[in-house]
């Protein structure tokens, strides 16, 4: 016979810690332990007997697996914790002796820690941190709109901005966004990237006030693991695309307010400054003649790197919409697609699982749905008003492959102005307009993002300014039987008949001038 097991010794009152024996193993203190706790992702665990995992005792304790604090232990970041902890001793030291020089010198030697190595540990594969990435972008985007205070570094701000204009760049150029919805809390927006989800949310941007009970240490600390996540998640999505990463930043457009025009996207074969480098490489060639075999070789690396920069020309379509098809719908197909269809009849008699059986014709017409679906703006210039949400709008019609300008008062790098002829949509937010355009269309922000939800585009009278619009229903509720839905043919559209429109506008323009004229 074995040993009887003694009491504590085994079971739950080993596998479990309480918080208390925690602190006193790592000898931290409970700030320290949170912040670390928070950035490697461990979090409090509930055993099935407490009583048991406390050895006895039923008062309320909070209990940790044994393993996770072991884990914890050996953490290269508590080690600079405590590095820290005697870097603040020692400043206080000589600042109270006022040895000014000696501060200095501790200040330029201030233990600094990265995170590099806990995201290897969190997401083993870039897929994992995809999946992760919904509360960072939210964090990011909430964080970016707050003023700096005693409380939020004007760094942090800053920082949070720049990593968002550029996971916002990212989309645009992929344009991989699906879904946005406008609702009380801010904007919802959604998108695919590399087959993954990611939903995130962006407060409207009015003065923020910043509250005085909230505790900004423990948001901090997870707004710095998210930053490092978001930095390494945007450069390793900008490689992939051959764009330059960080993207320069135009500092003039930047205090001007251009928002997402003042970062300059460019290729990592330079392709889109090209023409410009030539012109600078031909002056200085003409200014320095000895140089030869030095410009031999830049031209032979440019002509190594053709292909690369040929390659990027090529439109990157990933068809990866979700399947819907409608099996009663009759349409021209090859002869493969015949074969393929009298093989479906025989299954169709001989198993009742047709709707699971889809022909290379079916993704075929996906992909081009999809398309379709993300060059929606493509033949749209649209001009915004003052009143308009502009950082929402530039972003989604942008992403569509639209053309944006707005108001001078709004910020500098407009590519055009209001009285250009070219704009074929003018949003606006007001009920009554002092001038209007016959060559243009006027509608309310709300027809953009309705548009984007049912993937087309809609008609605009119901959406023209001063009236009662249509509603806003959210794309990512699934309706159940007796919801309320409103009929979408209703204000669905086409472009040949904004088109028309636009043609009829244009005439009436000419024929009004010619009458002048006589």
């Not at 009929?487 to 009458?515: A, C, L, R, Y």
Request: glycine letters at 4%; aromatic letters at 10%; charged letters at 30%.
């Amino acid at each position: 016979m074995g040993k009887l097991k003694q009491k504590g010794k085994a079971g739950a009152a080993t596998n479990y810690i309480n918080r208390n024996q925690a602190l006193r193993k790592l000898q931290v203190s409970l700030a320290d332990f949170r912040r670390l706790c928070i950035l490697k992702g461990i979090y409090p665990r509930e055993p099935k007997n407490k009583k048991k995992a406390n050895k006895g005792s039923t008062a309320p304790t909070t209990f940790y697996y044994k393993k996770d604090i072991q884990y914890l232990a050996h953490e290269p970041v508590l080690q600079k914790f405590r590095e820290h902890k005697i870097f603040l001793r020692k400043l206080n030291k000589a600042l109270g002796k006022r040895e000014f020089s000696t501060a200095k010198n501790l200040e330029k030697n201030r233990p600094i820690y990265t995170l590099d190595h806990i995201l290897k540990e969190r997401y083993p594969t870039f897929t994992d941190a995809l999946r992760d990435l919904d509360d960072a972008l939210c964090m990011l985007f909430l964080f970016s709109t707050f003023p700096a205070t005693n409380r939020i570094k004007l760094e942090t701000v800053t920082n949070c901005q720049r990593l968002c204009v550029e996971f916002q760049h990212y989309i645009i150029h992929t344009r991989s966004l699906r879904k946005v919805f406008l609702s009380i809390k801010g904007i919802y927006y959604q998108a695919e990237i590399k087959g993954q989800t990611i939903n995130w949310l962006v407060p409207y941007q009015f003065s923020q006030q910043v509250p005085d009970d909230v505790d900004f240490r423990i948001m901090l600390t997870f707004l710095e693991f998210y930053q490092t996540l978001l930095g390494f998640v945007n450069f390793k999505l900008y490689t992939d695309v051959n764009l330059v990463y960080p993207p320069k930043l135009d500092s003039a457009k930047d205090e001007g307010a251009a928002g997402l025009g003042a970062l300059i996207i460019e290729t990592t074969n330079n392709f889109t400054g090209l023409s410009t480098s030539c012109d600078n490489e031909n002056k200085d060639e003409s200014n320095n003649t000895n140089n030869e075999e030095d410009r031999k070789v830049e031209s032979e690396k440019r002509l190594k790197t053709l292909s690369k920069k040929l390659a990027i020309i090529k439109d990157q379509v990933e068809p990866t919409l979700e399947i819907q098809l409608d099996t009663t719908e009759k349409s021209e197909t090859t002869n493969n697609g015949e074969i393929m269809d009298e093989f479906m009849e025989q299954t169709r008699n001989s198993q009742d699982i047709s709707s699971k059986i889809y022909t290379y014709h079916d993704l075929q017409t996906v992909s081009v749905a999809l398309t379709e679906f993300e060059n929606l703006f493509s033949n749209c210039i649209f001009y915004l008003s003052r009143e308009v949400p502009r950082y929402s709008l530039e972003f989604i019609i942008r992403t569509f492959g639209g053309q944006v300008g707005w108001d001078e008062t709004c910020g500098i790098g407009s590519p055009f102005n209001e009285n250009d002829d070219r704009i074929t949509h003018h949003i606006v937010d007001r009920p009554t307009l002092s001038h209007r355009f016959l060559h243009r269309l006027y509608i309310q922000p709300q027809w953009v993002y309705d548009c984007i939800n049912i993937r087309k585009l809609l008609k605009t009278e119901p959406y023209q300014p001063g009236k009662t619009l249509p509603p806003h229903l959210s794309p990512f509720v699934e309706h159940k039987e007796g919801d309320y839905v409103p009929d979408k043919n209703e204000f669905e559209g086409d472009i040949e008949e904004m088109e028309v429109t636009n043609e009829k506008g244009v005439k009436e323009d000419s024929d009004e001038d010619e009458d002048e004229d006589e």
